[in-house]
Structures are given as structure tokens and as C-alpha cells.
């Protein structure tokens, strides 16, 4: 939101300077102002210095903007969060751009150029505030740690009672186990579902494919229960990346913007943010770390309900869905039967056991 303000905000002045930028350069058409002749205003000049300085103000000066301060973490995610030292901070950001555009204004003389130079000032002093605001947000942990901190947590970097926020995927959102988990309070801090991640859940929801398209609406039903449980916080960031075509791209990218951890089910995209040095925190692993644990050579009692892939292995599930595999289980099939337990497989994807029969009499 702020920054769409800002953009109509640079629009407005970039035509005033336009307007006065065709008088000062002697290019003004004449015209006297009244009801009658008002179409002839818009064939003036004047009228396309407004509209070429709008433009440029609303898209070049705002691009140049965003270019540099690409990095910025956006400040919008943390508004709930604020503290004291969250505003003393922004306040000390705010100053400092100020006062850049003072000595911008009195070291160039801007006031003193005719016409523009009252436009020109209260722009200069808009951007710099601006630029002093976002960087003194995005540098919180610094500049924090060096006025307040630096005593207490020497170089380690820490900063108490700080958790990071986290950034959801579409497939965790999909799967639902992440609202239960955060009923618990197991999940500390800010969630953040991207603009990004919403459209793409909006686009599975309108999907032509009935399985999809029930995929996607359970996405978004399940993000409105977190909204609306009082207990979950969560944040809708409206940061996107055009540049970047695919969603887990972004996400990494947002993440590392951020400072935030990524909470996935997606195999590919946990291993994707690894290696580019973003935290993920996998719901299948936590699933995986929480399943009963077996050993080898622990006896169980299931039911062998289809063939294995190899020639005479049987296959059964525990209540949980971990796979057990169960050679020369074949000869079971339909049956509850007692097995051995002879090895686990531990993988990010899931748990799967091995086992053998106990005895074949014990067919039921």
C-alpha cells in the first residue's frame, strides 16, 4: 500500500515540475483559462508537460526507487509486531533522510530555481525521507544491536525474543496439517503468505481439472480459518518478483530478503532453498520425527492389502500411512499377519519399513 502511494505521489509532483518546465524553458503555448475554451487545454503544451512529468514521475523515478532498494525488507510484514525500538528506529531513519534533503536542497540551491524549485524541494525531501525510513527498517537488526544491544549480545549476532517469520508455500497451505500445527503453538511468529502464493491458489481453484480445483478451494478455506483464529498470525505481503517466472523462486528470493524461513511439503524446493542458504522447515519431516518409533527385529501385526513392486513382496500401511514391505508377503494377500521387523529406510520424502513373516501359520 505504501508504496502505491508513494508512485502517485511522485506522479503528482513529476507533472507540476513538467508543467513549470515548459514555462521555464520558454515553450508554453497561450492560453487563457475559462469553462468555454477549456478543450483547448488539453492541445497545449503545458498539458503535455503535466502528463510526460506525470509519467515519469509514477513509473522512471519510483523504478530507480525500487532498484535500489530492492533489498529492503518489507517493513509492511512487521507492522503488528512493532515495538519501541521498531518505531525509535524508523523515527532515527526518518531524520536522517530529512536532513540528506536539506543539505541536498541547500547545497544546490534548489529553492532558487524558478518556478520548479519549490516542487523540486518538497520531492527531494519526500524521496530521502522515504530511502532513510526503508533503510533504517531493513537494517533494524544492526542498528538495534549497535544502540541498544551491543552490550548484551556481543558479536554472536542474536537478538532476544526475535523469532523469525515464517513464508508458506502453496503445496502447505494445500496439504492443511500447518493450521493444526500452529493450533498447538508449536509455530512461533509472523506467517507470511505472498501476493504470489494467493494468486496461485486462486488460479487452482478456478482450474477446469475437478481434483485441482478442489485442491485449490481447500487451500483457501483453510487460509481463511488461520485468518480468522485469533491465536495464528498471519500476513498477506503484496512483494512480488516480475522478473521471476517460477513461485518457488520467488519464495526463496522473498526469504532471503526477508531474513525468513520457508514452511514446505515439496521435496525439490526444500533441497532449491537449501543450497541458497534459506532455512526451510519441511511438515513431512516434522510428520517423520513424530511417528511412533520401530526398531529391528520388533515384531508388528498388520494386514497385507496389495502386491509389491518385486516379485513376492507384500505391502501394508500403519494407521499413520508408513509403508511396510514384507518379503514373500505375497502369499498373505487379504490377511492380518505377524511380522518382523528387519530394517528402516529414513528419507525426507517419508518412512518405510521392511519386514518379514513372523511364521506362516499365523495367517488369519
Known amino acids: 500500500m505504501l508504496r502505491k502511494i508513494m508512485k502517485i505521489i511522485f506522479g503528482i509532483f513529476g507533472g507540476i515540475i513538467g508543467y513549470n518546465l515548459v514555462y521555464v524553458s520558454g515553450l508554453a503555448s497561450d ?175 478456478d482450474s477446469s481439472d475437478v481434483l485441482k480445483r478442489n485442491r485449490g478451494r481447500r487451500g483457501l478455506d483453510i487460509l481463511r480459518q488461520m485468518q480468522n483464529d485469533e491465536k495464528i498470525n498471519v500476513e498477506i505481503v503484496e512483494k512480488d518478483f516480475e522478473e521471476i517466472v517460477e513461485v518457488d523462486s520467488k519464495l526463496v528470493k522473498l526469504a532471503q530478503i526477508m531474513g525468513a524461513r520457508v514452511v514446505t511439503n515439496d521435496y525439490n524446493l526444500n533441497k532449491v532453498a537449501e543450497l541458497q542458504g534459506v532455512s526451510v522447515l519441511n511438515i513431512n519431516e516434522l510428520a517423520n520425527a513424530v511417528k511412533p518409533v520401530v526398531l529391528p527385529g520388533e515384531e508388528m501385526n498388520v494386514k497385507v492389502i496389495k502386491e509389491g513392486k518385486e516379485d513376492g513382496q507384500g505391502v501394508a500401511y500403519l494407521d499413520d500411512g508408513t509403508m511396510i514391505v514384507i518379503d514373500d508377503g505375497i502369499k498373505y494377500m487379504g490377511n492380518r499377519i505377524s511380522v518382523l521387523v528387519t530394517s528402516i529406510l529414513q528419507t525426507a520424502a517419508g518412512r518405510m519399513i521392511f519386514a518379514k513373516p513372523k511364521a506362516k501359520e499365523n495367517a488369519i
Open 31 to 205: 492560453y487563457n483559462f475559462s469553462w468555454q475554451n477549456i478543450d483547448s487545454l488539453f492541445l497545449t503544451k503545458q498539458f503535455l508537460g503535466i502528463i510526460i512529468g506525470g509519467l515519469l514521475g509514477y513509473f522512471l523515478i519510483f523504478f530507480i526507487m525500487d532498484k535500489l532498494l530492492d533489498w529492503v525488507l518489507n517493513f509492511e510484514a512487521k507492522w503488528k509486531g512493532l515495538t519501541w525500538k521498531n518505531a525509535a528506529i524508523g523515527i532515527i531513519g526518518i531524520i536522517i533522510g530529512l536532513l540528506v534533503g536539506a543539505i541536498i536542497n541547500f547545497v544546490f540551491s534548489v529553492s532558487k530555481i524558478p518556478r520548479v524549485g519549490l516542487p523540486l524541494q518538497i520531492l527531494i525531501h519526500l524521496v530521502f525521507t522515504y530511502m532513510g525510513f526503508a533503510f533504517a527498517i531493513s537494517r533494524e537488526k544492526d542498528i538495534s544491536k549497535f544502540i541498544f544491544d551491543h552490550s548484551k549480545d556481543g558479536d554472536t549476532g542474536y537478538k532476544e525474543g526475535v523469532t523469525p517469520n515464517k513464508i508458506l508455500d502453496t503445496s502447505v497451505i494445500i496439504d492443511g496439517r500447518i493450521a493444526d500445527i500452529c493450533k498447538t503453538s508449536f509455530v512461533e511468529g509472523v506467517l507470511i503468505i505472498p501476493e504470489f502464493v494467493l494468486e496461485e491458489l486462486r488460479h487452482i481453484a
